[in-house]
C-alpha cells in the first residue's frame, strides 16, 4: 500500500519529468528562491540559476538540488568574471556567458564544485547563449553574433561574427555619454522622454552597450532569429557558419527584447509595444500575426502547448500572463499570476517565474 509521501514523490517527479496537456486554470506553486535571475536550466533533478550579478560573497551561479518533496536545496555554485546573463548546457557542460568579457564553459559533471574549463574572450556585451548541435551562437550587442565551434569543449572556437548593422561611435568628448536615439529606434525614445515628462535623454556607452544591438537569439534549422534592440528583428541564414547572410529584417516601434521560436511563429518581446507575433514560415518575407500587450512592460516570454508566457515586468503584481495561442491571429488571455516576472522559462510541466528579488517554480495543472 503507497504511503502518502510516495505518492506526493510520485506526483512530483511526474508533473516534473514527463509532458502531456499543460496549463490550465490555475498553477500549484512548487518552491520560491530568493534572488534576481536572469536564466535557469533544470536538469537530473538539478537547478542551476544565473543570477545577473553576483550579491556580497554569493555567487552569480547557483546550483540547487530538488528533492521528492518539491523543496529546494543549494548544493554549489561559481562565480563568473563579470554578470551571468545567460547559461545553455550540453553534456556534462555548462555555457555562461558574462556580459563584458565572453564564454565561459563550466564542467558540471560534479554540480555541486562547477569548475571553469575554457574561456573564450569575445568583443562586445555577451548577453544570450543558445547551442544548436557543436554551435555556440552568442548575441555581443553592438557587435552583432559570434557563432562558435564547441565541438572540443575545453577549446571553444571563434568561426564568425555575423553583424547586422555597425555599431554608433561613442562620444568619447562629452564625458562618456551619447545620445540613446543615435542607434535606431527613435520612437521608442520618444516614447521614453514623454513617459519621463520630456526632455532629452543622454545615456552613457556603458549602459547603452547593455540595452542595445543583439540581445536574444532563436534557433531553428538554418535560421538564426535575432532580437537586434530597437533595429528590430533580424533573420540570418546560418548554414554555412563561417559567413552567415542576412535574410531579412522586420522593423519594429519599440526595443526587441527577447525571442521565441515555436511552429514557424516568432514571439518578440518590444517592452511598451507588448508581444509580437510573426509567421515566419517565408523566412524573406515575414508577415505580423498578432499583437499582445499587459499591463506594464513585456521583457521575456516562452511558449508551450498552445500556451504564451509574457513576463511583463515590475510595474504590478500577478505580472505572468498566461495567453492561448491555439489561433495565433487571435490570442486570448486567460490568466495571470505570480509576482513581478522578469524572465520566465519553461521545464516540460512546471513554470519558473523569475523576479526582481525571487524566483518561483509551478506545476500547472489541467
Same mark, same amino acid.
Given at each position: 500500500?503507497?504511503?502518502?509521501?510516495?505518492?506526493?514523490?510520485?506526483?512530483?517527479?511526474?508533473?516534473?519529468?514527463?509532458?502531456?496537456?499543460?496549463?490550465?486554470?490555475?498553477?500549484?506553486?512548487?518552491?520560491?528562491?530568493?534572488?534576481?535571475?536572469? #536564466?535557469?536550466?533544470?536538469?537530473?533533478?538539478?537547478?542551476?540559476?544565473?543570477?545577473?550579478?553576483?550579491?556580497?560573497?554569493?555567487?552569480?551561479?547557483?546550483?540547487?538540488?530538488?528533492? @521528492?518533496?518539491?523543496?529546494?536545496?543549494?548544493?554549489?555554485?561559481?562565480?563568473?568574471?563579470?554578470?551571468?546573463?545567460?547559461?545553455?548546457?550540453?553534456?556534462?557542460?555548462?555555457?555562461? +556567458?558574462?556580459?563584458?568579457?565572453?564564454?565561459?564553459?563550466?564542467?558540471?559533471?560534479?554540480?555541486?564544485?562547477?569548475?571553469?574549463?575554457?574561456?573564450?574572450?569575445?568583443?562586445?556585451?555577451? %548577453?544570450?547563449?543558445?547551442?544548436?548541435?557543436?554551435?555556440?551562437?552568442?548575441?555581443?550587442?553592438?557587435?552583432?553574433?559570434?557563432?562558435?565551434?564547441?565541438?572540443?569543449?575545453?577549446?571553444?572556437?571563434?568561426?564568425?561574427?555575423?553583424q547586422a548593422y555597425p555599431p554608433p561611435e561613442q562620444n568619447s568628448a562629452n564625458d562618456n555619454v551619447t545620445s540613446a536615439s543615435s542607434y535606431g529606434g527613435e520612437e521608442d525614445y520618444d516614447n521614453q522622454r514623454e513617459a519621463s515628462g520630456g526632455g532629452d535623454i543622454n545615456v552613457t556607452w556603458e549602459d547603452l552597450i547593455t540595452v542595445e544591438g543583439a540581445l536574444d537569439v532563436a534557433v531553428q534549422g538554418q535560421y538564426a532569429y535575432i532580437a537586434y534592440g530597437s533595429e528590430g528583428?533580424?533573420?540570418?541564414?546560418?548554414?554555412?557558419?563561417?559567413?552567415?547572410?542576412? +535574410?531579412?529584417?522586420?522593423?519594429?516601434?519599440?526595443?526587441?527584447?527577447?525571442?521565441?521560436?515555436?511552429?514557424?511563429?516568432?514571439?518578440?518581446?518590444?517592452?511598451? #509595444?507588448?508581444?509580437?507575433?510573426?509567421?515566419?514560415?517565408?523566412?524573406?518575407?515575414?508577415?505580423?500575426?498578432?499583437?499582445?500587450?499587459?499591463?506594464?512592460?513585456?521583457?521575456?516570454?516562452?511558449?508551450?502547448?498552445?500556451?504564451?508566457?509574457?513576463?511583463?515586468?515590475?510595474?504590478?503584481?500577478?505580472?505572468?500572463?498566461?495567453? @492561448?495561442?491555439?489561433?495565433?491571429?487571435?490570442?486570448?488571455?486567460?490568466?495571470?499570476?505570480? #509576482?513581478?516576472?522578469? %524572465?520566465?522559462?519553461?521545464?516540460? @510541466?512546471?513554470?519558473?517565474?523569475?523576479?526582481?528579488?525571487?524566483?518561483?517554480?509551478?506545476?500547472?495543472?489541467?
Amino acid at each position: 500500500m503507497p504511503t502518502m509521501t510516495s505518492l506526493k514523490t510520485l506526483l512530483f517527479f511526474t508533473l516534473l519529468v514527463f509532458t502531456g496537456e499543460l496549463f490550465a486554470a490555475q498553477p500549484v506553486k512548487l518552491f520560491e528562491i530568493k534572488g534576481a535571475y536572469e #536564466d535557469a536550466i533544470m536538469a537530473d533533478h538539478l537547478l542551476f540559476l544565473a543570477a545577473k550579478k553576483a550579491e556580497g560573497t554569493v555567487p552569480d551561479l547557483r546550483v540547487f538540488r530538488l528533492d @521528492n518533496k518539491g523543496k529546494t536545496t543549494q548544493i554549489g555554485s561559481y562565480r563568473s568574471k563579470d554578470y551571468a546573463h545567460s547559461i545553455a548546457r550540453k553534456g556534462h557542460y555548462l555555457y555562461l +556567458v558574462d556580459g563584458k568579457f565572453g564564454l565561459e564553459t563550466i564542467d558540471i559533471s560534479d554540480p555541486s564544485k562547477p569548475q571553469l574549463s575554457s574561456f573564450l574572450p569575445l568583443d562586445g556585451y555577451s %548577453h544570450k547563449v543558445v547551442i544548436q548541435n557543436n554551435l555556440a551562437l552568442v548575441t555581443s550587442g553592438f557587435q552583432g553574433l559570434h557563432l562558435i565551434d564547441i565541438s572540443q569543449p575545453t577549446q571553444p572556437r571563434l568561426i564568425s561574427t555575423f553583424q547586422a548593422y555597425p555599431p554608433p561611435e561613442q562620444n568619447s568628448a562629452n564625458d562618456n555619454v551619447t545620445s540613446a536615439s543615435s542607434y535606431g529606434g527613435e520612437e521608442d525614445y520618444d516614447n521614453q522622454r514623454e513617459a519621463s515628462g520630456g526632455g532629452d535623454i543622454n545615456v552613457t556607452w556603458e549602459d547603452l552597450i547593455t540595452v542595445e544591438g543583439a540581445l536574444d537569439v532563436a534557433v531553428q534549422g538554418q535560421y538564426a532569429y535575432i532580437a537586434y534592440g530597437s533595429e528590430g528583428i533580424v533573420i540570418a541564414d546560418i548554414s554555412n557558419p563561417k559567413k552567415p547572410l542576412k +535574410v531579412s529584417t522586420i522593423r519594429v516601434q519599440h526595443t526587441a527584447e527577447s525571442i521565441f521560436y515555436k511552429q514557424q511563429i516568432l514571439y518578440v518581446t518590444l517592452g511598451l #509595444d507588448g508581444l509580437r507575433l510573426i509567421n515566419v514560415a517565408n523566412p524573406e518575407a515575414p508577415k505580423n500575426l498578432a499583437r499582445i500587450t499587459g499591463r506594464c512592460y513585456a521583457m521575456d516570454v516562452s511558449v508551450a502547448n498552445n500556451k504564451a508566457f509574457l513576463a511583463d515586468g515590475q510595474c504590478a503584481a500577478n505580472s505572468l500572463y498566461v495567453f @492561448n495561442i491555439a489561433d495565433p491571429r487571435h490570442p486570448l488571455k486567460e490568466t495571470a499570476f505570480s #509576482d513581478k516576472v522578469n %524572465h520566465v522559462r519553461l521545464f516540460k @510541466n512546471s513554470i519558473l517565474a523569475m523576479g526582481p528579488d525571487h524566483a518561483q517554480a509551478f506545476v500547472l495543472q489541467h
